[in-house]
């Protein structure tokens, strides 16, 4: 069972023309005439639909060195960690899109899982960083 959200999502409809503006970029960005749940709660604050909308475009959508699918996956282990359902979701079915089947998944998991535990188990022992794993940027500012 779905739960209630915190704010009213915004139909388009009843959306502002700052609102409605916004909205239309998303769905000529992403050639859809939907626009998702997230949207809609963050419109209940039009500053704030505009700035997370305007930092997804800049991070996941506009072409970078990082390809279209491991964005996706790095979102989605993220929020695997931060055991954010909406966008385990969300980004499993843009991953999706991009070429991600059931092994690779199987594999982001066990990658998420791994990593996890290795943080936990490093952290609960206060495991200093080996010399040689330290960068020389990280070595010029302990430096100072």
Not at 10 to 27: C, G, L, Q, S, W
Not at 37 to 46: D, E, F, K, M, Y
Not at 73 to 78: D, T, W
Request: proline share 5%; net charge negative.
């Amino acid at each position: 069972m779905p739960q209630n959200s915190l704010v009213n999502l915004v139909n388009y409809a009843d959306a502002t023309p700052e609102v409605k503006e916004i909205f239309d970029d998303i769905m000529e960005t992403r050639q859809s005439d939907y626009v998702n749940h997230i949207w809609r709660a963050l419109a209940s604050h039009p500053p704030l639909l505009k700035q997370f909308w305007s930092q997804m475009k800049d991070v996941m959508i506009k072409p970078s060195r990082i390809d279209p699918l491991t964005k996706e996956l790095i979102y989605l282990a993220v929020s695997i960690t931060n055991s954010c359902t909406y966008c385990i979701n969300s980004h499993t079915a843009g991953a999706r899109k991009k070429g991600l089947d059931d092994e690779i998944l199987g594999e982001l998991n066990a990658i998420v899982a791994l990593a996890n535990a290795g943080n936990r188990l490093t952290e609960g022992y206060q495991i200093p960083v080996d010399k040689m794993f330290e960068s020389d940027v990280a070595s010029n500012w302990k430096s100072k």
